[in-house]
């Protein structure tokens, strides 16, 4: 069952469009001339966003989210076209693969021929910093699903959203696909905006970016699955690093600033962990019931133990200290791994105790890799179903998954809150369960 429940209206879930639809899909020509090997998605079928019988009973319009797939009229000319991609923001395994899923459908399924990259994310749209678009066909993006990294260039931080209009409207760019997370998001609904305050006619269609799988109405992002499996590989080491010494601790630190999914999927997919620390949930670190106290008692009994922390855990441990903000405005983490290994080791040498930890932090290492196979199928999906909604002159939105069903999203919604585990359901009481951990949290503290 779902982490996260919405209360929304149906008002809100309406996707903005640049106006009537009035050419024929040449995707028709695919469909058979009785149209019986594929058909069109009708602007009615929809997908409940809360699919369940307690969260629907007694509303007369329960609000429901536009099914993606392809329309039978499109907004655009294809041949009178030039559609833009640009990807912001951090690595992440499948940017390369999503790129190519984009131009291969724009330029076989649509018959759109100018297709740019915008390089090294929003900084490619501003005169200043020099960088020249790529042009983009089949031959350009032909093997680059296998690649790691991002071919196209990213960065981070804001730029000045008149500038990159301003420069769109220079290129006679109508369509931009932009790639990122949360940040992308909302620079994709100021795109958006002064698009519209112009009163000019360019499509912005986002696919959600995000390692952490943490943006709201989206049921699973891209990457995630390979950074599960991916960490998973470095719980493996860490475990046998803990086992193959006396009173052996292993720790990982995973990606995860505000959200603790792939440390909780990773712990559940590999049954190795004893301790799974996710920003979500506080801890003690001091104290009987605290996380040095438990380790100790867990060496005492078992000999080993291993440690999964996420980058965004415990960051209250570093409270009153001002580490400033990154390029993006995000505030700067303690560097949590670090801080527990150096206590870990200094409590333990206070006791007089044994002490072998390894530690190992594979979070770069994982968001450069390539894309898994089973999340190269997914970009496929989403850069197929990105294209239709853009080509069919909506406008606003993004991409997502829900429900088990592929569908549109405006962005407000998406930047309302960040999608984040839930203490109290069943994902993290699964992690409970699998761990054996305790709570970490010393009695009558409050909390």
């Given at each position: 069952m779902r982490e996260d429940?919405?209360?929304?209206?149906?008002?809100?879930?309406?996707?903005?469009?640049l106006g009537p639809s009035k050419i024929n899909n040449p995707a028709a020509a695919m469909c058979g001339p009785d149209g019986s090997v594929c058909g069109f998605t009708s602007d009615d079928d929809r997908v409940l966003v809360n699919p369940y019988p307690q969260d629907i009973k007694g509303k007369?319009?329960?609000?429901?989210?536009?099914?993606?797939?392809?329309?039978?009229?499109?907004?655009?000319?294809?041949?009178?076209?030039?559609?833009?991609i640009v990807t912001c923001g951090g690595m992440c395994?499948?940017?390369?693969?999503?790129?190519?899923?984009?131009?291969?459908?724009?330029?076989?399924?649509?018959?759109?021929?100018n297709i740019v990259g915008?390089?090294?994310?929003?900084?490619?749209?501003?005169?200043?910093y020099g960088h020249q678009m790529m042009d983009l066909g089949p031959t350009v993006v032909e093997g680059v699903?296998?690649?790691?990294?991002?071919?196209?260039?990213?960065?981070?931080?804001?730029?000045?959203?008149?500038?990159?209009?301003?420069?769109?409207?220079?290129?006679?760019?109508?369509?931009?696909?932009?790639?990122?997370?949360d940040g992308t998001l909302r620079a994709g609904q100021a795109i958006y905006e002064e698009i519209t305050k112009r009163k000019i006619k360019i499509g912005v269609i986002c696919i959600p970016k995000t390692?952490?799988?943490?943006?709201?109405?989206?049921?699973?992002?891209?990457?995630?699955?390979?950074?599960?499996?991916?960490?998973?590989?470095?719980?493996?080491?860490?475990?046998?690093?803990?086992?193959g010494a006396p009173n052996g601790v292993g720790m990982v630190k995973l990606m995860g600033r505000l959200s603790g999914f792939v440390a909780a999927q990773a712990t559940l997919a590999l049954a190795d962990v004893n301790f799974c620390l996710i920003p979500e949930v506080d801890f003690?670190?001091?104290?009987?019931?605290?996380?040095?106290?438990?380790?100790?008692?867990?060496?005492?009994?078992?000999?080993?133990?291993?440690?999964?922390?996420?980058?965004?855990?415990?960051?209250?441990?570093?409270?009153g200290k001002d580490m400033g903000t990154?390029?993006?405005?995000?505030?700067?983490?303690?560097?949590?791994?670090?801080?527990?290994?150096?206590?870990?080791?200094?409590?333990?040498?206070?006791?007089?105790?044994?002490?072998?930890?390894?530690?190992?932090?594979?979070?770069?290492?994982?968001?450069?890799?390539?894309?898994?196979?089973?999340?190269?199928?997914?970009?496929?999906?989403?850069?197929?179903?990105?294209?239709?909604?853009?080509?069919?002159?909506?406008?606003?939105?993004?991409?997502?998954?829900?429900?088990?069903h592929f569908v549109h999203v405006p962005i407000p919604l998406a930047i309302e809150h960040r999608r984040r585990v839930d203490p109290q359901g069943g994902l993290w009481r699964a992690v409970r369960e699998a761990t054996g951990q305790p709570s970490l949290i010393n009695a009558n503290d409050g909390r």
């Open positions: 429940r919405h209360n929304i209206t149906a008002h809100q879930t309406v996707v903005p469009t007369k319009t329960p609000p429901t989210f536009e099914l993606a797939g392809p329309r039978g009229k499109i907004y655009f000319d294809p041949p009178k076209l030039k559609a833009a395994p499948g940017i390369n693969s999503l790129v190519r899923s984009i131009v291969l459908q724009l330029h076989y399924i649509y018959g759109v021929r915008v390089r090294f994310g929003l900084q490619g749209f501003i005169p200043k699903h296998g690649r790691g990294g991002c071919f196209l260039g990213m960065s981070r931080g804001p730029q000045p959203i008149e500038d990159i209009v301003d420069s769109m409207e220079r290129q006679n760019i109508g369509l931009l696909f932009m790639i990122g997370g390692i952490d799988n943490d943006i709201s109405f989206v049921e699973r992002s891209f990457g995630f699955e390979t950074a599960v499996e991916a960490a998973t590989s470095a719980i493996r080491g860490a475990h046998n690093e803990a086992t003690d670190l001091e104290g009987e019931y605290g996380l040095l106290a438990q380790l100790e008692k867990r060496l005492d009994d078992r000999g080993h133990g291993v440690i999964l922390v996420a980058e965004g855990a415990g960051q209250t441990l570093f409270e990154d390029p993006s405005g995000n505030p700067v983490l303690g560097d949590i791994g670090i801080y527990l290994k150096l206590k870990i080791i200094d409590y333990f040498q206070d006791k007089g105790k044994a002490l072998t930890l390894k530690y190992i932090d594979p979070s770069y290492l994982v968001r450069s890799m390539p894309a898994s196979s089973d999340d190269r199928v997914f970009t496929g999906f989403l850069g197929h179903h990105a294209v239709h909604a853009g080509m069919s002159g909506r406008t606003g939105m993004l991409v997502s998954l829900w429900d088990s």
